[in-house]
Structure formats: C-alpha cells, structure tokens
C-alpha cells in the first residue's frame, strides 16, 4: 500500500504564501500522476492542481491559475504546491493523491490519498 504524507499546513495571512509538501513511499513515484485536492469548511472535496510524470505537464482549477504551482521532484518522491497571494477563501484541508492522469480532475480518480494538511488563510 502507498503511503502518501502532508506537511507544510498552517495559519498565514491573506496574502501570504505557504508550500506544502508531500511524501509518497514506494520505489514507482516517477510513474504516478500526482495531484492536490482541498475541502474547505462545508464544502466538497475540489481538485486544486495536478502534475504529470515528467515535470511540464500541469493543470490546474481557474481559481489559482497563477497563484498556485505544483511541482514535483522525482529523486525525493516528493509534489509541492506552492500556493502565493492566500485567500481566505483557499481556506481547507489539503490532500495530495496518486490520480489516473493530468487531467484527472474528479474524486472518482484519485486512488491513493494522504491524510490531508490544513491550511488556514485568516483576512
């Protein structure tokens, strides 16, 4: 079983920024496409970003086109989201999970998640 792990989550400001991190166990990272989720207070589980095996190949929700980037470094097992200009309405608790492709967008094709990380964007 994969293993995926959250850290980076907290309390910032509007306008702050804040890079979560995730770590995958496992020897077949570089195979995965990998992607963040959010579930804001009351709200359903959204797809936020996703990045593909290689580096270049990401997508991402329209609210943070811009403002968020995901990367990912494939020695480590590792995706980021680094999210600039916090809003309190990116406000939630964010998974990274293992997903079926880039533009795998549904909760329906996530096959492995972590146990999330808060991240709360006070105004």
């Known amino acids: 079983q994969v293993q995926l792990v959250e850290s980076g989550g907290g309390l910032v400001q509007a306008g702050d920024s804040r890079r979560l991190s995730c770590a995958v166990s496992?020897?077949?990272?570089?195979?995965?496409?990998m992607a963040w989720f959010r579930q804001g207070p009351g709200k359903e589980r959204e797809f936020v970003a996703s990045?593909?095996?290689?580096?270049?190949?990401?997508y991402y929700v329209a609210s943070v086109k811009g403002r968020f980037s995901i990367s990912r470094y494939n020695a480590k097992n590792a995706v980021y989201l680094r999210m600039n200009s916090l809003k309190p309405e990116d406000t939630g608790v964010y998974y990274c999970?293992?997903?079926?492709?880039?533009?795998?967008?549904?909760?329906?094709?996530?096959?492995?998640w972590g146990q999330g990380a808060q991240v709360t964007v006070s105004s």
């Open positions: 990045i593909g095996r290689g580096t270049s190949n990401t």
């Open positions: 496992g020897n077949t990272f570089d195979v995965y496409y």
């Open positions: 999970a293992i997903t079926t492709g880039v533009y795998a967008t549904t909760i329906e094709s996530a096959n492995n």
